[in-house]
């Protein structure tokens, strides 16, 4: 285990030297690849009136950029327990969603994933040449290099598959907060939506985009300053919300995981991708 944490490590160094230079820009999209219906409100903002239901939406996030990188943001869920068990409407694999936004799958240069719950992890496996980047704190926190869990937060299966790509070498394990993991790419830890959950700041030309996956997960929470129902600190929650606004050129720019308004507020292209500019 040790071996394989040491050369990630240098890994990350190499790539945050590499960033001091120029960045390229990252065009940014949202890709719904399924929604869970009649989804609890409570289950997503604290104190929110426990009849209230909202059709949530299942996002991974595609950065194209101008280097020729392709990098998600999350990977989405696709094995067929999942399906079963949460019975989303309008499901296709993040893979072919992804498609549908002209990328392959294997065109796919990197994922990184901001925590391990299974939603968010479980399609790792659907981008087989990808690099996948994770909060070192959040992968030993959850799991050893066997794929042992540690920690219920993660799947079992989801476990295995992430040690299996350490084992490949292709696991880049990010030591903290504010690193600039690819040119134009930062990632922060905060919110503590899961021990050491984080989020992506984008370079967008002169705008800075903020993909915020679970440690934000409605507009709703941000224009109320309300933390997220599922989180193992409120108080940095509402820090790290704070924060996005500090980082986003503009409010507009901060996405939150699973609200489907995303795509009311960005209509283009359509057909479940928004272009977020």
């Known amino acids: 285990m040790g071996k394989i944490f040491r050369s990630v490590t240098a890994a990350v160094g190499i790539v945050v030297s590499l960033g001091m230079g120029r960045a390229p820009s990252?065009?940014?999209?949202?890709?719904?690849?399924?929604?869970?219906?009649?989804?609890?409100?409570?289950?997503?903002?604290?104190?929110?009136?426990?009849?209230?239901?909202?059709?949530?939406?299942?996002?991974?996030?595609?950065?194209?950029?101008?280097?020729?990188?392709?990098?998600?943001?999350?990977?989405?869920?696709?094995?067929?327990?999942?399906?079963?068990?949460?019975?989303?409407?309008?499901?296709?694999?993040?893979?072919?969603?992804?498609?549908?936004?002209?990328?392959?799958?294997?065109?796919?240069?990197?994922?990184?994933?901001?925590?391990?719950?299974?939603?968010?992890?479980?399609?790792?496996?659907?981008?087989?040449?990808?690099?996948?980047?994770?909060?070192?704190?959040?992968?030993?926190?959850?799991?050893?290099?066997?794929?042992?869990?540690?920690?219920?937060?993660?799947?079992?299966?989801?476990?295995?598959?992430?040690?299996?790509?350490?084992?490949?070498?292709?696991?880049?394990l990010v030591d903290g907060d504010a690193h600039e993991i690819m040119p134009g790419i930062t990632v922060y830890t905060g919110g503590k939506h899961t021990y050491a959950s984080q989020f992506a700041a984008i370079k967008n030309g002169t705008n800075t985009i903020v993909i915020a996956s679970d440690n934000l997960y409605l507009y709703e929470n941000l224009a109320r300053r309300v933390p997220i129902a599922q989180t193992l600190d409120a108080a940095s929650n509402v820090k790290a919300q704070g924060r996005m606004l500090t980082l986003a050129s503009d409010a507009r720019l901060i996405v939150p995981g699973h609200d489907p308004e995303v795509f009311n507020r960005f209509t283009s292209p359509g057909n479940g991708i928004a272009w977020i500019h």
């Open 26 to 172: 990252y065009e940014v999209y949202a890709i719904r690849y399924a929604t869970l219906p009649n989804f609890r409100v409570a289950g997503l903002i604290q104190g929110a009136d426990t009849s209230r239901r909202l059709d949530i939406a299942m996002m991974v996030w595609l950065l194209k950029g101008s280097d020729g990188r392709n990098v998600l943001v999350d990977a989405g869920f696709h094995r067929a327990d999942f399906v079963a068990r949460w019975r989303p409407t309008n499901f296709v694999p993040p893979s072919e969603a992804v498609e549908r936004a002209g990328v392959k799958a294997d065109d796919v240069t990197d994922v990184i994933i901001s925590h391990v719950h299974w939603d968010h992890l479980d399609g790792i496996d659907l981008f087989p040449k990808a690099r996948v980047w994770i909060q070192r704190e959040e992968f030993q926190h959850h799991l050893d290099s066997a794929g042992m869990v540690h920690d219920r937060a993660i799947d079992a299966g989801d476990a295995k598959i992430l040690a299996d790509i350490a084992r490949q070498g292709r696991l880049m």
